[in-house]
């Protein structure tokens, strides 16, 4: 069986503003350019995957329903916009502020790779032949240490964050700016 590149997304900061835990539809705002982004690696045969550190969970701010139920109302927003969202997943540890069971130093929580790795063993995925656009460095770390080459730091407006030597592959600025990097499969 011929495994896919995917098109791993970081949540906060690239798929909606990020307003600090977001957890409710009324608070989600979707960036510009993220439905054309997915309907491109749909239609060039990647799977888009999202990769998402949840700390709210964790430090009782929301639960992890409020959370599955966001996701699902988010991947009906991208299905209505013709895109579409294979899968989510999400690290709801914090190893310093967690409460009860989720305080850990979690292997998933970015910028471990435990989530793309998952990923790739649930989905069938070729790492090597995939993208991440992420907005901090501990989504570019993670995508390195599972082994994604493609490594896009998306920064918008005021406050950009310096590039750290050898995590991204480059900066982009807009979201459309990812799209040369998926070629089709």
Known sequence: MKRLPALFLDRDGVINEDHGYVHKADDFHFIDGVFDLVRHAN???YAVVVVTNQAGIGRGLYTEAQF???STWMRAQFAAHYGRIDAVYHCP???????????????????????????????????ERSVMVGDRVSDMA???????????????????????????QKRIFALRDAIPYMPKH
């Not at 292997?107 to 471990?112: D, H, I, L, V």
């Not at 390195?144 to 918008?156: C, H, K, M, Y």
């Open 43 to 45: 239609s060039s045969g």
């Open 68 to 70: 599955l139920e966001l």
């Open 142 to 168: 993670a995508a390195a240490a599972a082994g994604v080459p493609t490594r896009l730091l998306f920064q918008r407006g005021e406050g950009r964050r310096p590039e750290v030597a050898g995590l991204a």
């Open 93 to 127: 540890h914090h190893p310093e502020f967690g409460l009860g069971r989720y305080r850990c130093d979690c292997g998933s929580r970015k910028p471990r790779p435990g989530m793309f790795l998952l990923a790739a063993r649930e989905l069938g995925l070729d790492l």
